[in-house]
C-alpha cells in the first residue's frame, strides 16, 4: 500500500481526503495535541481490524474514542454521570479520556471486548476537522507499532507504519507530547487508569478522592486481569533495555556517571548532558525543572537510541508531580518497571 503523506497547512483539500478514506473504512495517521493517532471509524468492525493489524496489537487492548464535540458523548455512553459532565466541561477539549459504560453503537473490537468505552475530545484543530468531516467517532490509538514509543511527528508514524495505513496527516510536532490521562468513572470511585496531559491533581479539583491503580506503578504481570489492559504489556521500550535511577538531577547524573560502560546510553536533562559528554550516546528531553517540555520531548528522544548502537540505556526521570507522574511513567514502562530508588532511605 502507498501511504499518502497529506499536508492540511498548503493543501486545502487534505482534511476533506483524510476524511473520504476514514469514510471508506481505511485507517489514517492524524495528529492530536497529545500524540499522533491512527484513526478509524469507531463503528466499523473491518476499519477497526485494520488499525490492530497495521500496529500489532493485542486484541484485548482497548481503543479510545475521539469526537469532535461535547453531545457526541451522549451517542456513545450508556450512562453519562454528572463527574463525567464536571470533567468534560472543565478540561475538554483536551488530553483527557473518561471511560464510561458503552453504547450498543461501539462494537466490541473498538472495546477490546470491554462494555465499557473510553471518550476523548480533542483540541487539535485538524484532529476536530477529521472528525467532523468523516461524520463519525474515531477509533485512534498511539500511531505506532505495539511497544514501540508513541509517534510525536509525521515522520515517527511514517518510520513505523509508512506502506501498512493509508494516509498520515502532518499537522508538525505534538504540543503535549504524551497520551491522554485516562480516567474511569463506572465504579463507586473514579480511577486513573493513565496518567497524561490533565495532571491527578486537576482530576481531584474537579472530582474529590481519586483512587491511583496499581499498574501505574509498578509491573503487572501478563496473566493479571488490569482495569485498564493496555497497561499490562510492554511499551513505549526503545530496543536496548533502559534502567531509570530516581533521585536529584544532581544525584542521579554521579550515579549514571559511575556506570557507564563501552556501548552506554543515557536519557538525561539538558542542563545534566555535560556530566556524560565524550562518555556515552546522549539523548536530552528537556530541561530538569520544565516537566511540560519533557513531556513534549520523552518520546522522541526514546526513539532517537533506536538509530544508535547502544547496549543499554540509563534514564533520569522527574518527580511523580503534575505532568511529571505521566513523564516518569512512560520512562519507567520503557524500563519495564526496572528502578534504581537512590532516594530510598533517605527522610
Ligand atoms: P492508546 O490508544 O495506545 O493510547 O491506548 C489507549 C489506552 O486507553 C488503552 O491501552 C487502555 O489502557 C485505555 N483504555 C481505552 N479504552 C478503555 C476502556 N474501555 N477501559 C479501560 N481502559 C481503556
Ligand atoms: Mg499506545
New binding site residues.
Given amino acids: 500500500m502507498n501511504t499518502q503523506l497529506l499536508h492540511p497547512a498548503s493543501d486545502p483539500e487534505a482534511i476533506a481526503t483524510a476524511a473520504e478514506l476514514l469514510r471508506r473504512g481505511e485507517i489514517v495517521g492524524i495528529p492530536t495535541e ?2 499522533y ?1 491512527l484513526a478509524a471509524d469507531a463503528c466499523n468492525v473491518d476499519a477497526v481490524h485494520r488499525i490492530f493489524a497495521a ?1 500489532g ?1 493485542p486484541q484485548d ?5 475521539h469526537i469532535a464535540d461535547l453531545e457526541q458523548m451522549y451517542d456513545i455512553a450508556a450512562v453519562v454521570p454528572d463527574e463525567a459532565k464536571a470533567l468534560a466541561e472543565t478540561y475538554w477539549p483536551g488530553p483527557m ?1 473518561i ?1 464510561l459504560p ?1 453504547k450498543e453503537i461501539i462494537p466490541m473490537v473498538t ?2 471486548g ?1 462494555n ?3 471518550i476523548r475530545l480533542p483540541s487539535h484543530p485538524i484532529a476536530r476537522a477529521i472528525i467532523r468531516a468523516a461524520g463519525v467517532p474515531l477509533a ?3 500511531a ?1 507499532r505495539s511497544g514501540r514509543p ?1 509517534t510525536t511527528t509525521a515522520q515517527h508514524v511514517m518510520e513505523d507504519l509508512d506502506g501498512k495505513i493509508a494516509a498520515v496527516v502532518d499537522g508538525g510536532p505534538c504540543s503535549v507530547g504524551v ?2 490521562t ?1 480516567i ?1 468513572l ?1 465504579g463507586p470511585v473514579p480511577r486513573l ?2 496518567p497524561g496531559g490533565i495532571s491527578l491533581e486537576q482530576l481531584e479539583a474537579v472530582l474529590g478522592d481519586v483512587t491511583v491503580d496499581r499498574a501505574l506503578r509498578e509491573k503487572i504481570d501478563d496473566t493479571e486481569t ?6 499490562k ?1 510492554r511499551h513505549y521500550a526503545p530496543k536496548a533495555p533502559v534502567t531509570v535511577v530516581f533521585g536529584s538531577p544532581e544525584q542521579s547524573a554521579a550515579y549514571i556517571s559511575a556506570q557507564l560502560g563501552e556501548n552506554s546510553g543515557v536519557l538525561c536533562f539538558d542542563d545534566c548532558a555535560s556530566h556524560f559528554a565524550g562518555h556515552a550516546v546522549i539523548e536530552t528531553f528537556g530541561r530538569s525543572d520544565d516537566e511540560t517540555e519533557q513531556a513534549r520531548e520523552v518520546f522522541d528522544a526514546l526513539r532517537r537510541f533506536d538509530t544508535t548502537d547502544v547496549a543499554e540505556i540509563y534514564a533520569q526521570c522527574p518527580p511523580s508531580t503534575g505532568i511529571g507522574l505521566a513523564v516518569s511513567n512512560r520512562i519507567k514502562k520503557a524500563a519495564g518497571f526496572h528502578v534504581i530508588d537512590l532516594t530510598e532511605g533517605e527522610t
Fill in positions: 497529545t500524540v493517532g500496529k496489537r487492548n482497548p481503543l479510545i474514542v479520556t471511560i458503552k472495546s477490546g470491554l465499557t468505552v473510553g485512534a490509538p498511539s505506532n508513541s497520551e491522554s485516562v474511569s463506572c487508569l493513565r488490569v482495569s485498564a489492559p493496555g497497561m504489556y
